[in-house]
């Protein structure tokens, strides 16, 4: 599945540094995701965009910021994360305005030392 | 509250067996029902969905599942388990528009020769 495209493919970072998570989608899609997927728990919905603006937050805390400049591309910015935080960071999109599934990047995989 | 259960947790299958994969939801709505799966280093790559009708569907790559609604179950089948098929897969349930899909925690697939 290349039609969602995630970079870094993988990030080790301290607690007190800042960096961003990219994801890129060339599907024409309108409504782009952020989830998280730690060891033995369920992917968790972060947030959701669609047409640029931000429709879901799912109770994420602050020190994660989404950015959406466009509908084809979405961010992740990080600062001062926890080893909690730890995880594969997957990005999604649809198409928004049907019954249409998501497609999946191959994710970040983020580590905190 | 929407819930999916997934509980097996590891499944070894022999090459050339027969597969079945449970998934059990929790929804007050009409449910819409995906099965994903996910290989080492990659994301989700959906292999089938579930809106209405047919109880039987199919998929990419020779799966299959049931819908069934008094046993709240969406099981996911193959007749013959081949050695790519190892990975983990993931059933998930959402509304309509399917923006906010809640997944199940996985199961992983092992094929012995």
């Not at chain 1, 301290?14 to 728990?41: D, I, R």
């Not at chain 1, 972060?46 to 466009?70: A, D, G, I, L």
């Not at chain 2, 899909?101 to 996985?106: A, E, S």
Request: one cysteine or more; hydrophobic letters at 30%.
């Amino acid at each position: 599945e290349t039609g969602v495209t995630q970079t870094p493919r993988h990030l080790v970072m301290g607690m007190t540094n800042k960096k961003s998570l990219k994801c890129e989608q060339h599907l024409g899609h309108n409504a782009m995701y952020w989830y998280k997927q730690s060891a033995k728990k369920p992917l968790e919905l972060m947030f959701v965009y669609n047409f640029k603006e931000q429709t879901e937050n799912n109770s994420v805390p602050s020190r994660f910021s989404p950015e959406c400049p466009n509908s084809s591309h979405l961010f992740l910015h990080l600062h001062t994360l926890q080893p909690e935080d730890s995880a594969l960071y997957l990005c999604a999109s649809s198409p928004g305005t049907s019954n249409q599934p998501q497609h999946f990047g191959d994710g970040t995989r983020l580590s905190i030392l | 509250a929407q819930s999916v259960t997934q509980p097996d947790i590891h499944i070894t299958v022999s090459e050339g067996a027969s597969l079945e994969l449970r998934c059990n939801y929790s929804y007050g709505a009409t449910p819409y029902l995906f099965w994903y799966v996910q290989s080492p280093g990659q994301g989700l790559q959906l292999l089938l969905k579930y809106f209405s009708g047919d109880t039987l569907v199919q998929g990419i790559k020779g799966f299959e599942a049931e819908f069934k609604r008094s046993q709240s179950s969406f099981n996911l089948r193959k007749p013959s388990v081949h050695w790519s098929d190892a990975a983990e897969y993931f059933c998930a349930v959402g509304p309509q528009g399917f923006q906010k899909l809640v997944f199940g925690t996985g199961t992983r697939l092992l094929v012995s020769p």
